[in-house]
């Protein structure tokens, strides 16, 4: 098998942790066995669901939108993102985005090839 090309399309899913994700490179999508890589769309004036992903780690990377990733337990460090930062979080490590009065757009990958399947919702009082 040779490369894959995706190409970009209108739509995409809504992620358990929020946002909508555009489908991108995916065991489902090109049969990876090791990473994913998605553009995550979030909406102004936001918080996503706290979470943490089972087993695996992510790379985000800030195309547009300035906002915060909130992480660690109990969520208490706060971050500034701003356009072209770039963010490594741990497996099992806790976050969530919020965002303020402008959309963000990011890229992440992450070490599960099927994204959703590590996806671990945190209650508000569990992180």
């Known amino acids: 098998m040779g490369c894959v090309i995706l190409r970009r399309e209108e739509g ?8 909508i994700f555009t489908e991108g490179v995916s065991a489902e ?3 990876s066995k090791g990473l994913c890589l998605h553009v995550l769309h979030i909406p ?9 992903h089972a087993g695996h780690e992510s790379a985000i990377y800030v195309v547009n939108g300035t906002h915060e ?10 971050d500034t993102l701003c356009p072209g930062d ?9 976050h969530m985005p919020v965002t ?6 990011v890229v992440v990958a992450r070490t599960d090839p099927r994204e959703q399947e590590s996806v ?7 992180p």
Do not use: C, F
């Open 44 to 52: 102004a004036n936001s918080k996503g669901e706290p979470h943490l």
């Open 12 to 19: 995409g899913y809504e992620g358990k942790q929020g946002g």
């Open 29 to 31: 999508s090109v049969g």
């Open 120 to 126: 671990h919702l945190l209650s508000p009082r569990e």
């Open 100 to 105: 303020g009065d402008e959309p963000v757009t």
């Open 69 to 78: 990733i909130w992480h660690g337990e109990g969520l208490a460090h706060h």
């Open 86 to 94: 770039m963010v490594y979080v741990p497996a099992n490590m806790p």
